[in-house]
């Protein structure tokens, strides 16, 4: 789907720091058909990948060893200072604080108050992601909280969400934006480590969700949460790139709606 614009409050774009770029260009190059050029040292190495030519993702290198191998999540604001501020307001803690990219944007990091990171951004000549909810591109955002209450009464005052019910007798939130689903909300599973905080996910679309997981596996990555069937979504799968980044691919179910996220 290709994007010219966001709205507030919707998810317009992930990226991924690791200690090796090129690590990185060659392993989602492979698996997504990715084009990861060189970073501009004007902008500490930062590079945008692209999937024939439109923008789908950054790639940055950690500018300390001790930085997380992460992918992280950005949500479209009108007013980023602003928006910050809401959120410290109501309990975060900032990573960086608001800051013009240029005439790209303006940009920064918070923690919520369980401590799952998320990035917003205001865009300028930049918009985010070109291409959404195709495959080899962003599907979906998800936080699995440690506090499902706490963080159901959060995120609606910062980014002005609705949370909405998945189906009967799940205790999942879609989040939406116009009455329309843009991210999700998850208990944090039983089976992570007590010291590990909530955390955001992202999904990226394929194909073909078993041979995507093969496909990681064979890249040097591993397969955390074999791939399964989401009924009424579609099927997928948690992995590790091989730098250590979680993310989750998914095949969807045919929808009606392009936006639709897998849970």
């Keep these: 789907?290709?994007?010219?614009?966001?709205?507030?409050?919707?998810?317009?774009?992930?990226?991924?720091?690791?200690?090796?770029?090129?690590?990185?260009?060659?392993?989602?190059?492979?698996?997504?058909?990715?084009?990861?050029?060189?970073g501009s040292p004007d902008f500490g190495g930062y590079a945008n990948a692209d999937l024939g030519g439109r923008l789908v993702a950054g790639v940055m290198p950690k500018m300390a060893p001790d930085m997380p191998t992460v992918w992280s999540s950005y949500i479209a604001v009108d007013d980023a200072r602003a928006t910050l501020e809401r959120a410290v307001q109501e309990g975060a803690t900032v990573i960086a604080p608001a800051t013009d990219v240029g005439s790209?944007?303006?940009?920064?990091?918070?923690?919520?108050?369980?401590?799952?990171?998320?990035?917003?951004?205001?865009?300028g000549d930049h918009i985010g992601a070109q291409a959404i909810a195709e495959p080899g591109t962003l599907r979906w955002n998800e936080l699995a909280a440690r506090d499902f209450d706490a963080a159901k009464a959060f995120y609606p005052k910062v980014f002005g969400w609705e949370a909405g019910a998945f189906g009967d007798g799940v205790q999942y939130v879609m989040w939406n934006v116009g009455g329309r689903p843009v991210a999700g909300m998850m208990p944090m599973p039983d089976a992570v480590p007590a010291e590990v905080p909530s955390y955001w996910l992202v999904y990226f679309e394929v194909t073909d969700c078993d041979q995507a997981a093969a496909t990681v596996t064979a890249l040097g990555g591993q397969v955390v949460l074999p791939p399964q069937d989401a009924p009424g979504v579609g099927?997928?799968?948690?992995?590790?790139?091989?730098?250590?980044?979680?993310?989750?691919?998914?095949?969807?179910?045919?929808?009606?709606?392009?936006?639709?996220?897998?849970?």
């Design 104 to 123: 790209m944007g303006t940009m920064a990091v918070f923690a919520d108050p369980q401590g799952a990171v998320i990035g917003i951004w205001q865009a």
């Design 1 to 38: 789907m290709q994007m010219t614009s966001y709205e507030q409050g919707v998810p317009c774009w992930v990226d991924l720091m690791v200690p090796d770029t090129a690590k990185a260009a060659a392993f989602y190059g492979t698996l997504f058909g990715w084009h990861v050029p060189p």
């Design 235 to 263: 099927r997928l799968s948690m992995v590790q790139d091989d730098q250590g980044a979680a993310f989750a691919v998914i095949a969807m179910e045919p929808s009606d709606d392009p936006n639709g996220g897998p849970a």
